[in-house]
């Protein structure tokens, strides 16, 4: 993004012009976060680029974050976001650690190989139904599969997959594509408008960078091999990043995420799997456990192939890790508040010890 840009053209949308004073048009420059490195952010705004380091007191930011900074470039304060992706850290790490913010349509890339799962789409569907923003699942190298044989030593069905991920949810939009190719390609345009803010997402192998550098025209990410075996691929992507399309939209791609634990993530569950939250109101125990117990709508419903086993069964693993790291988070931020109270309980005494002197 060398050119000079307008706010428009940046992703800039009235919810963020609503937020600001008179004082801040006369005294503040608005700019956003295109890139964020281990120590610092880079920044881009009407004036261009710039770094802006990264200090303790600062809230926590990811890319696509509005903020103010005044004339000498220093940062002041960020925009309330209109959306939002965080997760729970890999491992055992008790951390929220963010991925996209202020995102209005987010590309769920999946390929049609050995990755293809419809477990992990849910999953990537909940973070969109979560944080209000709409999905789009690309299935990628659309012409290996269609050169391809399935299990059974078929021809492989690329519309039979296509209609399996779109029965996950209501008006979902799914497209397959050959990542390489700009014509198969251009069936996303009607999601690329100017001034919209997308993110691409999705593991690593499946041809995320690759869809990068044919929307915005050129070689900007580097991509890289797959292993024939299982399909997986290497991380070439290593940190979050903006980039401006011919179309006028930005795009933010996201280094490939082999753990994406979810957490406060109840009110997107609930939306994506509404069917099966209706059944359980009609359970005979407000706990049914929708094992043996007498009057199960959900059993019920198995029975007579209304709802999907394969489906119920992510629903409640996707609800129960939900659960849990939910309850994990929020332990950690109550610890982090009363060690913040107590610090600043420490300063205000010694403030106070000193005027005493």
Same mark, same amino acid.
């Given at each position: 993004?060398?050119? @000079?840009?307008?706010? /428009?053209?940046?992703?800039?949308?009235?919810? *963020?012009?609503?937020?600001? #004073? +008179?004082?801040?048009? $006369?005294?503040?420059?608005?700019?956003?976060?295109?890139?964020?490195?281990?120590?610092?952010?880079?920044?881009?705004?009407?004036?261009?680029?710039?770094?802006?380091?990264?200090?303790?007191?600062?809230?926590?930011?990811?890319?696509?974050?509005?903020?103010?900074?005044?004339?000498?470039?220093?940062?002041?304060?960020?925009?309330?976001?209109?959306?939002?992706?965080?997760?729970?850290?890999?491992?055992?790490?008790?951390?929220?650690?963010?991925?996209?913010?202020?995102?209005?349509?987010?590309?769920?890339?999946?390929?049609?190989?050995?990755?293809?799962?419809?477990?992990?789409?849910?999953?990537?569907?909940?973070?969109?139904?979560?944080?209000?923003?709409?999905?789009?699942?690309?299935?990628?190298?659309?012409? @290996?599969?269609?050169? /391809?044989?399935?299990?059974?030593?078929?021809? *492989?069905?690329?519309?039979? #997959? +296509?209609?399996?991920? $779109?029965?996950?949810?209501?008006?979902?939009?799914?497209?397959?594509?050959?990542?390489?190719?700009?014509?198969?390609?251009?069936?996303?345009?009607?999601?690329?408008?100017?001034?919209?803010?997308?993110?691409?997402?999705?593991?690593?192998?499946?041809?995320?960078?690759?869809?990068?550098?044919?929307?915005?025209?050129?070689?900007?990410?580097?991509?890289?091999?797959?292993?024939?075996?299982?399909?997986?691929?290497?991380?070439?992507?290593?940190?979050?990043?903006?980039?401006?399309?011919?179309?006028?939209?930005?795009?933010?791609?996201?280094?490939?995420?082999?753990?994406?634990?979810?957490?406060?993530?109840?009110?997107?569950?609930?939306?994506?799997?509404?069917?099966?939250?209706?059944?359980?109101?009609?359970?005979?125990?407000?706990?049914?456990?929708?094992?043996?117990?007498?009057?199960?709508?959900?059993?019920?419903? +198995?029975?007579?192939?209304?709802?999907?086993?394969?489906?119920?069964?992510?629903?409640?693993?996707?609800?129960?890790?939900?659960?849990?790291?939910?309850?994990?988070?929020?332990?950690?931020?109550?610890?982090?508040?009363?060690?913040?109270?107590?610090?600043?309980?420490?300063?205000?005494?010694?403030?106070?010890?000193?005027?005493?002197?």
């Amino acid at each position: 993004m060398t050119s @000079l840009k307008t706010l /428009s053209q940046l992703g800039w949308q009235p919810v *963020f012009q609503q937020q600001l #004073t +008179l004082e801040d048009y $006369e005294n503040c420059r608005i700019a956003r976060i295109a890139e964020h490195h281990r120590g610092h952010y880079v920044l881009i705004s009407e004036s261009g680029i710039e770094s802006l380091e990264i200090r303790p007191s600062f809230p926590s930011m990811t890319v696509g974050d509005w903020l103010l900074l005044d004339d000498d470039g220093q940062f002041i304060r960020p925009l309330d976001r209109q959306s939002l992706f965080a997760r729970k850290g890999a491992g055992t790490k008790v951390i929220e650690q963010l991925i996209a913010a202020n995102i209005d349509t987010a590309f769920v890339v999946c390929a049609l190989d050995h990755d293809f799962n419809l477990n992990r789409i849910e999953r990537y569907l909940a973070m969109c139904a979560d944080a209000s923003v709409e999905p789009v699942v690309v299935l990628t190298k659309r012409d @290996l599969a269609e050169s /391809s044989l399935d299990a059974d030593g078929n021809a *492989f069905d690329v519309n039979d #997959t +296509l209609r399996s991920v $779109e029965a996950l949810a209501p008006f979902l939009a799914v497209e397959a594509v050959n990542a390489l190719d700009e014509h198969t390609t251009s069936a996303l345009s009607p999601w690329l408008k100017s001034g919209k803010t997308l993110v691409v997402m999705g593991s690593s192998g499946v041809g995320k960078s690759t869809l990068v550098n044919t929307l915005l025209g050129d070689f900007v990410q580097a991509t890289g091999g797959i292993r024939e075996s299982d399909s997986k691929g290497r991380h070439t992507t290593t940190a979050r990043s903006l980039h401006c399309l011919p179309s006028g939209a930005v795009l933010l791609d996201t280094p490939g995420m082999r753990e994406l634990k979810i957490f406060d993530s109840e009110d997107g569950l609930n939306t994506l799997f509404s069917d099966i939250k209706a059944l359980e109101s009609q359970c005979r125990f407000s706990d049914c456990q929708h094992g043996n117990e007498p009057g199960c709508a959900i059993r019920d419903a +198995l029975a007579s192939g209304s709802i999907d086993e394969r489906r119920l069964n992510n629903y409640i693993k996707l609800q129960s890790e939900d659960a849990r790291n939910s309850a994990t988070m929020a332990q950690k931020r109550a610890k982090d508040k009363a060690f913040t109270k107590m610090v600043n309980t420490v300063q205000s005494s010694h403030r106070h010890m000193k005027k005493g002197f």
